[in-house]
C-alpha cells in the first residue's frame, strides 16, 4: 500500500433478526474493545455507523452521512480484497459466552456476477456474543473458515473470533459489529448521546475503552491510489491488483488513480500527476453531486515519446468546503 501523507480533519445473527428494533442512544458505558484487530484510519476505516435517524434518510452520530437507511451496526472496512486476504482479525470486543456461530459461506461480493443467494442469511459467517449482563453482540460477514469459536465457549475480550471475509449481503470486505442491549434494542456504541439542533456534540461518553467518538471519526477519506499503464478496471482497484510500481519507458501511458470513501456533495477530489522533476503532467478535479460511499478516479497522458526514467509522483486530495480532509500519494519508477 502506498505511503500515506496523513492531514486527518477530526469531527467536533442476521440482518433479518433485528428487522424493526428501535435504535437508542442511552447506553451506560460498557469498556467495548476495537472489535478488529488493524490501525484505524491506516489499514482500517469505517465506512458506516449506526443510522441515528428514526425516519427515510440516514445520518451518523455526529449528524454526518456515513449511514445508510436503516443500518444497524458499525462497518469496519479493509482497502480492498487483497488486504482482506492478507487477514485481519476480528476479536472480541467483550467478556461473554458464545451463542451461535455460522461457517462455510462464500466470501463473494453481492450484486455482481455469479452472486450467491443469501436470503435469511445475510449477516452471513458471524458469531453471537452475549455477556453476563444480556446486553448481545454481533460480528458478520467473516471470512468463510476462519469462525475460531464455537457455541458456548466462554471468550474473553481480544480474543480472535475470525478474520474479516466478504460473505453474507455485502460489497466491501468488512465487520459489522452491532450492539443489542437485554431488550434486544439496537444500541450506537458510539453514543453521542445529547446533540443539539446543529449537531455539535455536547456528550463525549461512549461505550468504547479503545476509541474515542471524537478524535477516531474519520469524516471520509482514501482507501488506496497507485499507478497504471492506462485506467484501472474497478474490479482490479476493489481486489488491490491495480497498483504497479514499475512501467517500462514505452509504457502506453502514465495514469494515477486513487480510490476514497465518505464523500459529501460538494466535495472535491483533486488528483495531481508530477514528473520526476516535480513539475506537473496532468490535473484532475471532480466534484461530487451527490453523496457517495466510495468514488474511484484517475488522471494521465499517453505517451507519444519513450518516458523519462526516474521516479513519478501522484497526489489525490479530498476537499470539503474549501478545506483539505485528507490526502495520499502514490509513486512509479520508470526504468
Not at 456476477?113 to 442469511?121: F, I, S, W
Not at 473470533?161 to 466491501?172: A, E, H, K, N, V
Not at 456504541?189 to 455539535?200: H, L, V, W
Not at 466510495?294 to 479530498?318: C, E, H, I, S
Request: with cysteine.
Amino acid at each position: 500500500m502506498p505511503q500515506r501523507f496523513r492531514r486527518l480533519w477530526r469531527a467536533t445473527l442476521a440482518a433479518g433478526i433485528l428487522a424493526g428494533a428501535a435504535i437508542i442512544a442511552n447506553a451506560e458505558p460498557a469498556g467495548l474493545l476495537q472489535p478488529v484487530d488493524c490501525q484505524l484510519g491506516e489499514t482500517c476505516f469505517i465506512q458506516q455507523y449506526v443510522d441515528r435517524d428514526p425516519g427515510k434518510g440516514a445520518v451518523d452520530f455526529t449528524c454526518g452521512p456515513l449511514s445508510y437507511d436503516g443500518h444497524k451496526g458499525t462497518d469496519f472496512r479493509v482497502a480492498d480484497l487483497a488486504a482482506m486476504a492478507a487477514g485481519v482479525d476480528v476479536v472480541s470486543a467483550t467478556a461473554g459466552r458464545v451463542l451461535a456461530t455460522r461457517d462455510g459461506m462464500a466470501d463473494h461480493a453481492q450484486f455482481g456476477r455469479n452472486a450467491p443467494d443469501v436470503e435469511g442469511r445475510e449477516c452471513g459467517n458471524a458469531v453471537l456474543i452475549e455477556r453476563a449482563d444480556g446486553w448481545q453482540f454481533q460480528y458478520c460477514h467473516l471470512a468463510r473458515g476462519s469462525v475460531a469459536v464455537s457455541p458456548g465457549d466462554a471468550v474473553e475480550p481480544g480474543q480472535k473470533l475470525g478474520r474479516i471475509g466478504l460473505s453474507g449481503m455485502t460489497q466491501f470486505p468488512h465487520l459489522h459489529f452491532q450492539v443489542r442491549d437485554q431488550a434486544g434494542r439496537i444500541i450506537d456504541p458510539f453514543d453521542a448521546r445529547e446533540q443539539n439542533e446543529s449537531c455539535r456534540l455536547t456528550d463525549r461518553r461512549t461505550m468504547w475503552a479503545t476509541l474515542s467518538p471524537i478524535a477516531d471519526y474519520q469524516p471520509g477519506g482514501p482507501l488506496s491510489a497507485g499507478f497504471a499503464d492506462g485506467i484501472p478496471d474497478y474490479d482490479d482497484v476493489r481486489a488491490g491488483t491495480a497498483g504497479l510500481t514499475t512501467l517500462p519507458p514505452d509504457a502506453a501511458g502514465l495514469v494515477f488513480w486513487a480510490h476514497f470513501f465518505g464523500l459529501r456533495s460538494g466535495d472535491r477530489l483533486s488528483l495531481t500527476l508530477f514528473d520526476p522533476d516535480g513539475a506537473e503532467l496532468a490535473r484532475d478535479a471532480h466534484d461530487a453531486t451527490r453523496p457517495r460511499a466510495t468514488q474511484f478516479r484517475a488522471v494521465g497522458r499517453r505517451t507519444r515519446t519513450p518516458w523519462p526514467p526516474g521516479v513519478y509522483r501522484g497526489r489525490a486530495v479530498l476537499l470539503r468546503d474549501g478545506a483539505e480532509i485528507d490526502e495520499i500519494e502514490a509513486s512509479v519508477t520508470v526504468r
